[in-house]
């Protein structure tokens, strides 16, 4: 009678565990597309649904970590009076990202970067301890995987919002290059992160556009265009 119970329960609980995991593969799937112009409501969307469905699975810290790295760009870039929404988006970020017991080249990567944005945060007498803990985050990243173009993406980061006076922007272009030079094919359905390519293209043109060197940077906007003919950035950017 016992095994006929938990047997009945099993049936009736299925269902609804294998939607629950549907539902959540989806979000991930949709966390994946997100980008610098997603709209805040569609982001907060995804943002709700992960916090409703907390989860200790790596995929779930990962992308929810990554979700609200992009929130803090909805804060920063499109109102700036709330700087104190932007700052906790990043510390959720690194929250997420802190219950990845065992940490790689991926999570450092993306730890870098959030690290970097919370710089902006940071007491300017502790900027040089916690910025040289961004730059060796993204040295991490690249050591655990040569392979990862966001561990170069991230690396790139730091060191292009690093005054020359401090010894910046000497490996932007290098970096970057690497980056774009390790786009890989996107398997189907695969979680894994893909993201970075198209901030590495708008990096280093931005980076050539700056350094008044405009042949290379219309050489990889042409590039970009060429690559994702999809994404308006690149068609829309005025060098």
Not at 149 to 174: C, N, Q
Request: aromatic share 12%.
């Amino acid at each position: 009678m016992k095994k006929r119970i938990i047997l009945l329960i099993a049936t009736l609980l299925l269902p609804v565990l294998c939607l629950a995991q549907g539902n959540m593969e989806n979000i991930v799937h949709e966390v994946q597309k997100i980008s610098w112009k997603t709209h805040k409501d569609s982001l907060q969307k995804i943002i709700t649904y992960m916090n409703n469905h907390p989860s200790n699975e790596y995929y779930y810290l990962y992308w929810n970590a990554y979700a609200h790295y992009m929130d803090y760009f909805n804060y920063k870039l499109s109102n700036s009076t709330e700087e104190k929404k932007a700052q906790q988006s990043l510390e959720q970020a690194s929250s997420m990202l802190g219950k990845i017991m065992k940490p790689n080249s991926e999570t450092l990567a993306l730890q870098s970067l959030i690290d970097g944005l919370k710089l902006n945060f940071t007491n300017v007498f502790l900027l040089p301890i916690k910025a040289g803990k961004v730059g060796r985050l993204a040295e991490r990243a690249i050591d655990l995987n040569p392979k990862n173009p966001r561990a170069y993406y991230a690396l790139a980061i730091y060191d292009f919002y690093t005054p020359k006076m401090y010894g910046g922007r000497k490996l932007v272009e290098s970096n970057l290059i690497k980056a774009i030079s390790l786009a890989s094919t996107v398997v189907e359905n695969s979680k894994d992160p893909q993201w970075g390519i198209p901030e590495s293209y708008l990096f280093l043109i931005r980076f050539f556009k700056e350094e008044n060197q405009k042949a290379k940077a219309q050489h990889y906007l042409q590039e970009a265009k060429s690559k994702f003919p999809e994404n308006n950035l690149f068609h829309q950017y005025k060098l």
